[in-house]
């Protein structure tokens, strides 16, 4: 029981570390295109 307990934490550990990469590639991502189109009120005109 304790072997398949450690695999499951291991597993669980290594989807979350992977959920967050991918959180931060989305903010970098925004930050990215907010820096390349400028702000959206800048569009309207």
């Given amino acids: 029981m304790t ?3 450690w695999r499951f934490r291991a597993v669980v550990v290594a989807h ?3 959920a967050y990469g991918t ?3 989305l903010i970098a991502l925004s930050l990215f295109s907010y820096e390349v189109t400028g ?3 800048v ?3």
């Fill in 16 to 18: 979350a570390v992977s």
């Fill in 3 to 5: 072997g398949v307990d």
């Fill in 23 to 25: 959180y931060l590639n």
């Fill in 39 to 41: 702000p959206p009120w």
């Fill in 43 to 45: 569009w309207a005109s």
